[in-house]
Each structure stands twice: as C-alpha cells, then as structure tokens.
C-alpha cells in the first residue's frame, strides 16, 4: 500500500485536472492512496490543506479547465515569502520542515504538476531524499526532454480562435490589429496561432525584430489589394535595437519579469510611421483558461498514467515526458537546464516564410 501526494504549483494550465484525474484513478487500481496539495505545498506545512482523492472526488472533472487543488507562485518552500511586524517581507528555506512532514505522514511518492519553477523546487526536494516525480504543465510549451507540455494545444486554439474573429474587424475597417499572446521568452504560442489563424506578421523573442520589415509587410499587403493585416506578437518578443518590456515586480514581491506591453508598443510603432489606423489587444489570461483541447485531455491523462507507472517502478528525479511515439521518463534536471526556445531551422518556421509571413526580419527568399 502505497501513498501518493500530488501537488500543482506555478500558473495554472487546461489539462491540470485530466493529469489529477488519470493519477487518481491510475493509483486506485492498484490499491494505492492519493493525497492533493492545496495551493503548491500548502498541504505539506497545513493539514486542512491536505485532501484525500478518491476516484469519486475525481468525477468529471477532465474537461474543467485550471486545477482542483489551486495554484501559486508564490509558495517556494525553500524561499517562502514571510511577513514581518513590520510588514517586510523576507525569504524562509522551510523545505526541511516539508521534508519532516512527508515522511511522518507516510507518503511514499509526489508527483509534482508543474512548469520550470515547480519541476525545479520538486528536483531540490528530490536532492534531499524526496521520491519526486514530475509532469510537464504550461501553456508556453517552453521545457526541454519533452515534445509537448499539456496546457499548450488549448492556448493556441484560444488564440487561433481569437485571431479568427479579429480578421472579420479588421478587414471590415481596414485596419491593422496588433495580437500580443503569452509565451514568456519562448515564440510557441505566437508561432503556432499565428501560422494556423493567417497573421500577416508574427514576431517571436528567437528573432529580433526590425520594424521597417513589419511596415514593409502592411504596405505590401496595401499594395497587392488588401488593405488589412493581422500581427501577432509574443509577450516577450523586442525590436532589434529594444528591449523586452518587464512591467515590475510579480506576485513574489521580488524582482522578476512580469511580461508585457509589447504588443502596444508595435501598435504605436506602425501607426507613427506608416500612418495606418492601429488597434492592439492582450490576450493574456483567457490563453491559460477553458476546457483543455481533446489533444491536452490525451496528453495530459497520458501524463498522469504514465506517472503511476513510474511510481510503480521507483523511478525518481525524472519527469515523465513525451517523445513521439512513447511515453518516457527523463532526468528532472534535464528539463529545466534551459528554456526550450523556437528552433528557427524547423519546418515550422519555414512554413511561416512559405506561406508570406514576415517574421519581422529580412527573409532572404523575398523578392520585393
Ligand atoms: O508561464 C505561463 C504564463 O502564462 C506566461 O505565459 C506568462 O508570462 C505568465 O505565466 C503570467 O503569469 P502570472 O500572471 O500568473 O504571474
């Protein structure tokens, strides 16, 4: 009889509650007990927030999009944000107090849910002893050893979506519309919408942009008899000669990138210099919210069996990843080393220059 602890932490992603669901119903057949942690690790520090899932807690709950057990960014146990008196704020290492905790409730495994942030905290605890196991979740599809992470199919379909409807507006105003979508530093998000909802211009972090490229693309969309264009841009994309634009401080209360405004910096761009009338909008969080895709529904149940087996076999520190065709673990560690950014030899981005759009550099086949 074994007991399993599951935990989501990091923003939230459509598929969250398929890969509970698939652990839950994955970890009963064999007899076992599974916990859920609410709110990251709360459930490791506070008793209320641990709750016992039972096949039946799970009931209907693959097409409900964020995660039943909630989420933070703000719950690091090995840098906890803790208040003073006064009101100050400082950062507290408690992980050996969760590690104390998990052992005398007699868990024998965590199955983390989680992004780079969470995988990287569940590699810490796995290098303290902890029986970790990680599933890849975030809609930027931005971690290496793994194809896909789940989350990400439902966001490019939202932003598709989206993109669908802005070209009936645009068209009928003959405007340009400016589509900032999520991504941190990775392009995915803006490349696959952009590809699959016809942008005329989409511009990703892998590529510096030079906005008389962008210009040039509208202008020649004027000149050969459409008067309207769609850009897309993600979040963390700049301009050759800019920066990426940080809005401050997140939910920490410590320094780090909270992404966006770019979009509206394009927007302004185009407008000054070539005069055309500019909408821009922000996607933001409709991207991270919904009824995951049947694609994420697949990946994500896929996950969460294939973590019950991986608990089965005692296999630690490694996150389960898809590498098509299989199902198959790699080292944590290895997924978290570094961003997993738009590879700008693939097919995907040649796809994108085949098909006319500009990707806000000089694309050596164009003609004009
Ligand atoms: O990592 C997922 C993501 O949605 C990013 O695309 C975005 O930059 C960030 O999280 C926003 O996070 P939040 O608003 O939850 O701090």
């Given at each position: 009889m074994r007991k399993i602890v599951i935990s989501t932490g990091g923003g939230d992603a459509p598929g969250l509650n398929a890969v509970i669901f698939a652990i839950v119903k994955s970890a009963y057949k064999l007899g076992w007990e599974v916990y859920g942690s609410k709110h990251g690790y709360s459930?490791?520090?506070?008793?209320?927030?641990?709750?016992?899932?039972t096949p039946k807690d799970v009931e209907g709950i693959i097409p409900i999009g964020g995660t039943i057990l909630g989420s933070t960014n703000k719950g690091n146990p090995f840098a906890m944000p803790i208040e003073n008196i006064a009101g100050d704020i400082t950062l507290k290492d408690v992980s050996d107090r969760a590690m104390d905790n998990f052992k005398q409730m007699g868990f024998s495994c965590h199955i983390a849910i989680g992004g780079d942030g969470s995988l990287e905290i569940a590699h810490r605890f796995a290098l303290k002893g902890m029986p970790v196991i990680g599933v890849p979740k975030t809609i930027d599809n931005d971690l290496e050893a793994t194809d896909r992470t789940f989350g990400f199919d439902t966001a490019v379909a939202t932003a598709s979506d989206a993109l669908d409807k802005l070209h009936s507006t645009a068209k009928s105003h003959d405007r340009v519309m400016v589509v900032e979508v999520m991504g941190r530093d990775c392009g995915w998000i803006a490349l696959y919408s952009g590809i699959s909802g016809e942008a005329d211009v989409i511009l990703i972090p892998e590529i510096p942009f030079d906005m008389t490229a962008v210009c040039k693309k509208i202008t020649n969309n004027e000149l050969h008899g459409k008067p309207y264009s769609i850009v897309v841009v993600a979040e963390g994309a700049r301009a050759k000669d800019g920066d990426v634009i940080n809005q401050g401080k997140g939910e920490t209360g410590r320094e780090e990138m909270v992404l966006g405004g770019i979009g509206q910096w394009v927007a302004d761009e185009i407008r000054q210099r070539?005069?055309?009338?500019?909408?821009?909008?922000?996607?933001g969080h409709l991207q991270r919210g919904g009824s995951p895709t049947t694609f994420d529904r697949m990946l994500a149940l896929r996950f969460g069996a294939a973590a019950v087996r991986m608990a089965q076999e005692n296999i630690f520190d490694q996150m389960v990843a898809w590498i098509p065709p299989t199902m198959s673990s790699v080292p944590i560690e290895d997924a978290i080393r570094e961003r997993k950014q738009v590879d700008l030899e693939s097919d995907k981005v040649q796809t994108a220059r085949d098909i006319g759009i500009c990707l806000g550099d000089h694309d050596p086949a164009d003609l004009d």
């Open positions: 459930g490791f520090f506070n008793g209320n927030d641990l709750i016992r899932l070539i005069g055309k009338d500019t909408r821009s909008l922000v996607l």
